[in-house]
């Protein structure tokens, strides 16, 4: 192999599959060690933005948790409507209509009884709050099918078994309790979730962190 095939070759690594790149140069390279340096680190940095601006930065560093790209109000109704239908096909929980942001807030409501607010910062959602008060089984069943939408929505990474552990965290396993006061939290990648009651009234929050 030639010198300036085997530098292509090289920087090609370096760019799309950085550690065997790497050994690559250690092996093969004809620069002095500064100039691999500088050029290992110009890689890297080219790699790691070209990933992150693909939302792939779970898949550089392994991470279980994942990335959580930012979303605009109208990117969440889309793949929140997408869980839906991938998820719940035959519970017909969509957002239908495209929101309407108002000073900084949006919201939905799916019964009179089930309601979603968001805030945005900029462009993108900071916050969303369920509020709910339901009085009956089938209003609590389809305040926990709206939930587990919006954490598959916010973790796509999580399955079915992870996205039960954060209702296990909050208590809210199989149905919404209405009764007395009570504050839990947990996380999950960028996505810190809560829950509070008081007085019969239920929020549940999901905020990006």
């Not at 050994?23 to 500064?34: C, G, P, V």
């Not at 070209?50 to 790209?69: D, L, P, Y």
């Not at 942001?101 to 805030?119: A, I, M, Q, R």
């Not at 909050?170 to 990648?189: F, N, Q």
């Amino acid at each position: 192999m030639t010198t300036y095939l085997k530098t292509a070759a090289m920087i090609t690594l370096c760019i799309f599959i950085p550690p065997l790149g790497w050994l690559f140069m250690y092996k093969y390279s004809t620069f002095d060690k500064r100039t691999n340096f500088v050029l290992a680190a110009a890689c890297l940095a080219f790699f790691v933005y070209a990933n992150m601006t693909a939302g792939n930065v779970q898949n550089i560093f392994g991470s279980k948790e994942g990335f959580e790209q930012t979303m605009t109000p109208e990117q969440f109704r889309e793949k929140f409507n997408a869980a839906s239908k991938k998820l719940a096909p035959n519970l017909g929980i969509e957002i239908a209509a495209p929101f309407t942001v108002e000073d900084k807030n949006f919201s939905h409501e799916f019964t009179p009884k089930l309601k979603l607010v968001g805030t945005v910062d900029g462009e993108n959602i900071s916050a969303l709050k369920i509020l709910t008060a339901p009085e009956t089984k089938d209003e609590s069943f389809q305040t926990i099918n709206v939930l587990g939408l919006l954490i598959a929505t916010l973790n796509p990474e999580l399955d079915v078994d992870d996205r039960s552990e954060v209702f296990r965290d909050l208590r809210m396993l199989k149905e919404v309790s209405t009764e007395g006061s009570y504050d839990w939290t947990t996380s999950r990648g960028r996505v810190k979730y809560s829950v509070h009651a008081d007085k019969g009234d239920v929020t549940f929050t999901a905020e990006l962190k």
